[in-house]
């Protein structure tokens, strides 16, 4: 039987082209049944509190610099959404003397500007590049800092970025938050179009794929527009340099942190449900995680919501 059409956007694949049962399984989920997805290799965790859920977060920063050596470079790829952890992460380093002059990081993705062919700048309001600078990086003192040749941050022409993940430089970890589309990154499904234009594509293609640019899915327009433009969806560009698969498999571990502010109950709850048990389909990016020998998704209490009809 062909997928059903996408409710959202017909010429794209995206989670409203699953089996209906499966959805209405992840709307069933609360948060104690969260919990009991976890098995080896994917954990789940809760946080009472925003304070606690934000100061862990900026921990896994710390705990993978600290390895880092002269002869044993280790990094970080960290996102733009959540933010709120940047500017702890300043705080930590400074406060501990946590000298970075062999620790990494790589930004996870930035937007791309069609007409000129290239990465935003960083003085476009939206840059992330920018916002990674100004939320951390800056604030760290500067006897602490890392060297500028150690932080990586994706361009239009994606040749160092990549060539960052292959210079024997471990990435301990991945951070990551998750999107209304259910992506990592900007790793959104793909289009109908082409050889996926009947079937998505399988997991092992997707896999395939490396830094790129990328075009977004309208939802995720959407959700930028509402997250940092005040909903001004005319300033969001339409395409966008993100992490791959490729890059992603390479980290130790990929950490995702769900506050409630980037996706709804139901999107977090569908991801977990599929990453435990295995159901991995490219129409919702996230769940090719249930193939990562380490991922680890982080929840704020309050952020995760009811699957309920409630009239507002």
């Not at 989670?15 to 969260?34: N, R, V």
């Not at 790589?106 to 700048?121: I, Q």
């Not at 890392?146 to 960052?164: C, I, N, Q, V, W």
Request: net charge neutral; aromatic share 8%.
């Amino acid at each position: 039987m062909p997928r059903k059409l996408s409710a959202i956007a017909p010429d794209w694949w995206d989670y409203t082209t699953l089996d209906s049962e499966l959805i209405a399984d992840a709307a069933k989920l609360t948060p104690e049944k969260l919990l009991r997805l976890s098995r080896p290799g994917f954990q789940v965790r809760l946080y009472d509190t925003l304070e606690d859920f934000y100061l862990a977060e900026a921990l896994e920063y710390i705990e993978a610099w600290r390895q880092a050596t002269p002869d044993n470079p280790v990094g970080i790829c960290g996102p733009i959404g959540p933010t709120e952890q940047l500017p702890l992460v300043a705080r930590l380093v400074n406060a501990l003397g946590l000298n970075l002059g062999s620790a990494h990081f790589w930004g996870m993705d930035e937007w791309f500007d069609a007409a000129t062919g290239r990465e935003v700048p960083v003085t476009h309001p939206l840059s992330f590049e920018r916002a990674d600078r100004e939320l951390c990086f800056h604030r760290i003192e500067r006897r602490l800092r890392m060297p500028e040749a150690h932080l990586h941050f994706p361009k239009g022409d994606t040749t160092a970025y990549r060539a960052s993940w292959a210079s024997g430089v471990r990435c301990a970890v991945m951070q990551g938050g998750q999107g209304d589309i259910k992506h990592w990154a900007f790793n959104d499904p793909l289009p109908r179009r082409g050889r996926w234009k009947h079937e998505p594509p399988p997991p092992a293609e997707y896999r395939k794929l490396a830094t790129r640019v990328v075009e977004l899915h309208p939802l995720t327009l959407a959700q930028n527009a509402r997250t940092s433009g005040g909903g001004n969806i005319t300033m969001v560009p339409a395409q966008a340099i993100t992490v791959g698969p490729v890059e992603t498999w390479k980290a130790d571990r990929v950490s995702i942190w769900h506050a409630g502010t980037h996706d709804n109950p139901l999107g977090q709850r569908l991801t977990a449900l599929m990453i435990s048990q295995g159901l991995a389909d490219s129409a919702v990016p996230m769940s090719l995680l249930a193939d990562h020998p380490d991922v680890r998704f982080h929840y704020y209490r309050g952020g995760l919501g009811r699957c309920a009809v409630e009239m507002h």
